[in-house]
T-cell receptor, first 113, second 115 residues
Framework: DTAVSQTPKYLVTQMGNDKSIKCEQNLGHDTMYWYKQDSKKFLKIMFS???????INETVPNRFSPKSPDKAHLNLHINSLELGDSAVYFC????????????FGPGTRLTVT | AQSVAQPEDQVNVAEGNPLTVKCTYSVSGNPYLFWYVQYPNRGLQFLLK??????LVKGSYGFEAEFNKSQTSFHLKKPSALVSDSALYFCAVRDPGAGSYQLTFGKGTKLSVIP
């Protein structure tokens, strides 16, 4: 069973479109995260939810909006996609948001044309 | 503010030789430190962490890391490298004193193990 899953794995879309990426974890963890990895492999936190409450909201364009319907799911919606949004987006989860290690999903490669 | 540095973009080592991937950190108090590995087209996998206690931490796949407070370092080591260890390695730090959930990652070090 996959611990942290993301859909879709690949997403190719045009500028200006709106898209969503879904994430689910079956580990029973309380905290979930979204990261962006750019073409140079630099990894940057975007958002984090703990028990459905937003606890990290880094400086990202407000075109990006996370939604956590329950503890096991954290989705990422992106409005008005831009070329610079092209990257790999990773979802992760952890049992203990402060001390615990994070478990990462396989990533969603977003390409905006 | 918390930060972490991986001074080497790439490390090359011959198979069977010991390997070291370097990491230094900066936090205001005592750090929580982590190492992750990323294989091509995959998500990051947790290797090991230091929270408190013994400075030498053992992790997955034969890796270990030593926490050195005076040098603010947390270098990743393995006694004998395998070709399958070739991957991208990330060091990460969290400052618990800041009450933060945020994990700050280094820029990554590409390890190449040469047969």
């Amino acid at each position: 069973d996959t611990a942290v899953s993301q859909t879709p794995k690949y997403l190719v879309t045009q500028m200006g479109n709106d898209k969503s990426i879904k994430c689910e974890q079956n580990l029973g963890h309380d905290t979930m995260y979204w990261y962006k990895q750019d073409s140079k492999k630099f990894l940057k936190i975007m958002f984090s939810y703990n028990n459905k409450e937003l606890i990290i909201n880094e400086t990202v364009p407000n075109r990006f909006s996370p939604k956590s319907p329950d503890k096991a799911h954290l989705n990422l919606h992106i409005n008005s996609l831009e070329l610079g949004d092209s990257a790999v987006y990773f979802c992760a989860s952890s049992q203990d948001g402060r001390r615990g290690e994070q478990y990462f999903g396989p990533g969603t490669r977003l390409t905006v044309t | 503010a918390q930060s972490v540095a991986q001074p080497e973009d790439q490390v090359n080592v011959a198979e069977g030789n010991p390997l070291t991937v370097k990491c230094t950190y900066s936090v205001s108090g005592n750090p929580y430190l982590f190492w992750y590995v990323q294989y091509p087209n995959r998500g990051l996998q947790f290797l090991l962490k230091y929270i408190t206690g013994d400075n030498l931490v053992k992790g997955s796949y034969g890796f270990e890391a030593e926490f050195n407070k005076s040098q603010t370092s947390f270098h990743l080591k393995k006694p004998s490298a395998l070709v399958s260890d070739s991957a991208l390695y990330f060091c990460a730090v969290r400052d618990p004193g800041a009450g933060s959930y945020q994990l700050t990652f280094g820029k990554g070090t590409k390890l190449s193990v040469i047969p």
